[in-house]
Each structure stands twice: as structure tokens, then as C-alpha cells.
């Protein structure tokens, strides 16, 4: 057993816990991104530390069997792995998978009941609005919201929810569900990724209608209208889903900037890096041979 074989998840879960508790200094869009490179770099990393520490016991039991699998899947050592180890990462591994299929079940029912509904208005008081991915998709809006809001802030809203159909952010709140659902100290992660994609719709709609102030005070009545709301899809964005008071004080002040070097420098360097240290504790693994077990 390589003590090595621990570093990639334990860099990429450092990472993540450092983004999910510290704010970045870029554009919501870039910060989003990032987030969401974090999140997947430490799903995959601890999901293929588990199997492979699994796989590794499991060659242990059965060494027979062991010689029918690939170099490249084996520790580069003989040592057996212990079954304090083996077996805690074969029950997490289980335990992970359940968990994305659980989440990828539910996702699949939210967005094909929110699809449903998004054929028509919806016959609610509750100032509801929703986007909702896929053809089948658009936006979710109740009478509740056209009778609250005049056409100006209407445009906000719909410039919003725009904004994450426009750029697919379902995808990243699917990714960071996933990494909070596998990975439990990675919700403030999940969390901040959420709130960032409000704050890059809220952008993109500042932007469509050259008036900040305007989409913070659209933020502001929607959410106070929305209190005697009920359950809506609770994995899918909606208008007034995350850090209300945050969002609307960030839309008083001036506007990010675009970050169009620091932003793809900053999400490239991110991803390189990532990519070098987990290859460097691969190399490190086969090539020195330090057991701890």
C-alpha cells in the first residue's frame, strides 16, 4: 500500500474546502467555473481512490484473480492492502454510487415534472420563476409573478432565467449536487456554486438591461412576494434561490469586470495543476515504493 496514492484526493478535497469557505476575486462566470472544475476534480479523485483501494483489497483476497488485471490497476508494491483499509473504501465506494444514482433519479423526476409545467403558466399566486433545461424546457412562471411584477422588472426576470438556459447551468448545479452528496464536507462548495450562478445571471441580466439597480430591486420584491411560496424543484435554478441580500448588494455597487485574461488563466492554471500533481502522485506511486501498510 503507497501512501501516494492518497495525495490526488487529498489536494483536489483541500481545494475544494478552500473554495467552497473563501470568495473569489472574479467575475461570477470565471468563479463559477472554477467551482465547478474543483467540485469535479474531487469527485473523480475520491471515487477513483476508493475503487482503486477496493480493487487493490479486493486482488489481496483473491490473488488469482489479481494476475488477470492490468499493471496500471495495481499498487506498485506486493504488499497486501489490510482490510481496515480495503473494506471501509469498498462499503464508500457502494455508498457513493447509491448516492448518484439516488441523485441522478431524483434530478431525472424534477426536471421532467418542471417540464411539464413549463408548458404553460402556472395557476399560482406565489410569484414562482423557474428555468427549466432541455427542448422540452423554458421557463416556469406563475400568475402570481405576471400580476406582481410591471414589464421592466418581467425582463429582468426572464433575462435571468436566460441566462442559465443560455449557459447550461443546470450542469453545474447537477456537478456540485454530486460532489455535496458524494463528498459531504464539500457542501459549502455545493453552496457557493449555487450562489455563483445566481450572481453570473444576475450579471447577464444587469447587462441586457443597463439597469443594476433595477435588477436589485427585482431580486428584493420577488423574494419578499415569495414567502408564503411552496415547495418548488429545489435542485433546478430559480430567481430567488440563493443569497438574496448578498446578490442585491453586489448589484448596488459597480459592475466586475469581465476577467478576460485573469479569468481563463486563472480556471487553465487551476486544471493544469490538478492535472500535474495527480500524474506526478501516479509516477511517485509506481516509481518509489513507500508502503504505509
Known amino acids: 500500500m503507497i501512501w501516494l496514492t492518497f495525495l490526488p484526493a487529498a489536494l483536489a478535497l483541500t481545494l475544494g474546502l478552500l473554495l467552497g469557505a473563501t470568495p473569489l476575486p472574479l467575475h461570477p462566470a470565471w468563479s463559477a467555473r472554477l467551482l465547478a472544475t474543483a467540485a469535479a476534480a474531487a469527485v473523480a479523485s475520491v471515487l477513483g481512490t476508493l475503487v482503486f483501494i477496493g480493487l487493490n483489497y479486493a486482488a489481496t483476497l483473491f490473488p488469482a484473480a489479481a494476475d488477470r488485471l492490468p499493471e496500471w490497476a495495481l499498487f506498485g508494491d506486493d504488499q497486501?492492502?489490510?482490510?481496515?483499509?480495503?473494506?471501509?473504501?469498498?462499503?464508500?465506494?457502494?455508498?457513493?454510487?447509491?448516492?448518484?444514482?439516488?441523485?441522478?433519479?431524483?434530478?431525472?423526476?424534477?426536471?421532467?415534472?418542471?417540464q411539464r409545467a413549463a408548458r404553460g403558466v402556472v395557476d399560482s399566486a406565489a410569484p414562482l420563476v423557474v428555468a427549466v433545461p432541455g427542448r422540452r424546457g423554458g421557463v416556469i412562471v406563475s400568475r402570481g409573478l405576471l400580476d406582481a411584477l410591471d414589464r421592466r422588472q418581467l425582463g429582468v426576470v426572464f433575462q435571468h432565467e436566460a441566462s442559465h438556459l443560455r449557459h447550461r447551468h443546470h450542469r453545474y448545479l447537477a456537478l456540485g449536487a454530486l460532489a455535496a452528496g458524494i463528498v459531504p464536507p464539500l457542501r459549502p462548495l455545493n453552496a457557493r456554486l449555487r450562489f455563483t450562478l445566481e450572481r453570473w445571471a444576475d450579471e447577464d441580466a444587469a447587462e441586457a438591461v443597463g439597469d443594476r439597480a433595477l435588477v436589485a430591486r427585482t431580486i428584493a420584491h420577488v423574494a419578499l412576494r415569495q414567502s408564503a411560496a411552496g415547495p418548488g424543484p429545489t435542485i433546478l435554478p430559480a430567481f430567488t434561490g440563493s443569497g438574496v441580500v448578498q446578490r442585491v448588494e453586489a448589484l448596488l455597487t459597480a459592475a466586475p469586470g469581465k476577467n478576460t485574461i485573469s479569468g481563463p488563466l486563472s480556471l487553465t492554471g487551476a486544471g493544469l495543476a490538478a492535472a500535474a500533481l495527480a500524474a506526478l502522485a501516479w509516477q511517485l506511486d509506481h516509481a518509489l515504493g513507500l508502503p504505509v501498510l
Do not use: I
Request: no cysteine; glycine share 18%.
Open 80 to 114: 497486501p492492502v489490510h482490510a481496515g483499509l480495503g473494506v471501509p473504501a469498498l462499503v464508500l465506494a457502494g455508498l457513493a454510487a447509491a448516492t448518484a444514482g439516488r441523485l441522478s433519479v431524483r434530478w431525472t423526476g424534477e426536471v421532467r415534472g418542471a
